[in-house]
């Protein structure tokens, strides 16, 4: 099952600029992930934040968690063509599955 | 260097032939975890493994077999592919016997069933 769903669908900036991309579930969780994930290439884990943590930085990312609304956002700033990528949130609930939403893709032009 | 080996990278093949798609990790991990992706509906989860001899159904299991004789090794098997297993598949393992920790991917696995 679908738990995370990632919002909007396609985003298009300019190199420098910031790029937020959002992420909803349904159910409760233990934790939510955000990867990243290349043309052609594996996922790449970008960060994980806790249901207790309300917020994680990682270099230009930044990542929101709201648990009362059921949501995260990703914050990319200084943008970079090399961000162009496709982004997913996956959330780990009682069931201890990881569970992947449709993903977000970024274009990021120079 | 820590990764997740998956062979093939692309495979055609015909309906009902056998086939297998390795996976193999160096980093000591106890999770394994196989995945599809297909357009329009991300990445769905199909077997994983907590770790050896253990093994459970994801969300899509149906017409897949699994395997966990080592740590190092989850082999995915299609025993009669057909066309609907057309698909990216990807490998995946993470530390702790829960995926509530990162995940590390293969490359990939482009199948094509004709």
């Known amino acids: 099952s679908q738990q995370g769903e990632e919002d909007p669908q396609a985003l298009s900036i300019q190199e420098g600029e910031n790029a937020t991309m959002n992420c909803s579930y349904k159910?409760?969780?233990?934790?939510l992930q955000w990867y990243r994930q290349n043309s052609g290439r594996g996922l790449v884990h970008l960060i994980l934040?806790?249901?207790?943590?309300r917020e994680k930085h990682s270099g230009r990312l930044r990542v929101t968690l709201d648990t009362s609304k059921k949501s995260s956002s990703l914050l990319i700033t200084a943008s970079r063509a090399a961000d162009t990528a496709s982004y997913f949130c996956?959330?780990?609930?009682?069931?201890?599955?990881?569970?992947f939403g449709k993903g977000i893709t970024l274009s990021v032009r120079p | 260097e820590a990764q997740v080996t998956q062979n093939p990278r692309y495979l055609i093949t015909v309906t009902g032939k056998k086939l297998t798609v390795t996976c193999s990790q160096n980093?000591?991990?106890?999770?394994m975890s196989w995945y599809r992706q297909d357009p329009g509906l991300g990445l769905r989860q199909i077997y994983y493994?907590?770790?050896?001899?253990?093994?459970d159904k994801g969300d899509v299991p149906e017409g897949y077999k699994v395997s966990r004789k080592e740590k190092r090794n989850f082999p995915l098997i299609l025993e009669s592919p057909s066309p609907n297993q057309t698909s990216l598949y990807f490998c995946?393992?993470?530390?702790?016997?829960?995926?509530?920790?990162?995940?590390?991917f293969g490359d990939g696995t482009r199948l094509s069933i004709l």
């Open positions: 934040i806790r249901s207790n943590e």
């Open positions: 493994s907590m770790n050896v001899e253990v093994t």
């Open positions: 159910t409760s969780i233990n934790n």
């Open positions: 996956a959330t780990t609930g009682a069931n201890s599955k990881l569970t």
């Open positions: 995946a393992s993470g530390t702790g016997t829960a995926p509530n920790q990162p995940q590390h």
């Open positions: 980093m000591n991990h106890e999770y």
